[in-house]
């Protein structure tokens, strides 16, 4: 078993399947790719209540973002945090109408990798990995060094079976060990990677 399998089935054994990405709808496609816009930069327990307002007032299709208001959108999403820059997002996004790839997702203005990356996986379940803040420290700590994104992401594509499951889970394991130890301070007591930690470099 290399590293990666290593650190994912550690974290697995301790806390089991997370069951991401939350959705509550019959058009969880779209719901997603709105999650993922609405959650830059802020918690998700934000992001669910400016869901939950745009569909109180029947605004959770792309048609309905696209001809909403956008001082009325942005109203709506206050709660998600920076809500006139994501209001105009969700526009841009909802006005989309090509092939749902990458290349094009990042030619969207205000989609950049990490949001094109959770569309693409949690969305449309494309064998993508998911880089965030959470996991640059995680794996700064394990002796990674500071990566870029792409280097990152091309370390877990290269060293992972390509499933979109396995990298699903493997990123919600992720933002887990990152909220319960792996901290800005981190709290190693219990932490399930105190092995890896002090066998030093994860040689990958």
């Known amino acids: 078993m290399n590293k990666l399998m290593q650190v994912y089935e550690l974290l697995f054994e301790r806390f089991g399947k997370q069951n991401w990405w939350p959705v509550s709808s019959n058009n969880k496609e779209f719901e997603v790719c709105v999650g993922a816009i609405l959650t830059q930069n802020t918690a998700w327990t934000n992001v669910e209540k400016a869901i939950k307002n745009l569909k109180e007032n029947n605004l959770l299709s792309k048609e309905a973002i696209a001809k ?3 001082k009325k959108l ?3 999403i206050r709660s998600a945090g920076y809500f006139n820059q994501k209001a105009k997002k969700l526009k841009e996004f909802a006005s989309f109408d090509g092939e749902v790839t990458r290349e094009n997702l ?3 203005w205000g989609i950049g990798p990490e949001t094109a990356d959770s569309i693409l996986l949690y969305a449309y379940n494309r064998p993508t990995f998911v880089i965030d803040a959470y996991t640059k420290r995680i794996f700064s700590r394990l002796g990674r060094g500071e990566k870029s994104y ?3 992401q091309e370390m877990f ?4 079976p390509e499933n979109y499951r396995l ?4 990123h919600a394991l992720i933002v887990r060990l990152a909220k319960e ?3 800005t301070k981190p709290e190693c007591g219990n932490c399930p990677l105190n092995n890896v930690c002090q066998t030093g ?3 990958i």
């Open 74 to 76: 942005a109203n709506l």
């Open 201 to 203: 470099k994860l040689n």
């Open 167 to 170: 990298f699903n889970e493997y």
């Open 181 to 183: 130890h792996c901290r």
């Open 106 to 108: 990042l030619n969207i």
């Open 68 to 70: 909403v208001n956008v």
């Open 150 to 152: 792409e280097e990152l």
């Open 157 to 160: 594509m290269k060293n992972l």
